[in-house]
């Protein structure tokens, strides 16, 4: 059980650093909105099109 609560611990510790991270992440995504716009909307598709093949992935490892 000692292993578990460790991992738990790390987990927990992992969503509050990725918590924190989003929304770095969100504020640097309005900052780009405001200052270049047609930049950004290219970019945001890549990373949506990248994310779609990452979850791809993650639903393989799930089968």
């Known amino acids: 059980m000692n292993d578990i609560n460790q991992k ?29 716009p047609d930049e950004t909307k290219v970019l945001v598709r890549k990373i949506n099109k990248d994310d779609k093949r990452i979850s791809e992935i993650f639903a393989k490892l799930g089968e």
């Open 8 to 36: 738990l611990k790390l987990i927990d510790e992992i969503e509050k650093i990725r918590t924190q991270n989003n929304i770095n992440w969100m504020d640097l995504l309005r900052v780009a909105f405001k200052h270049a």
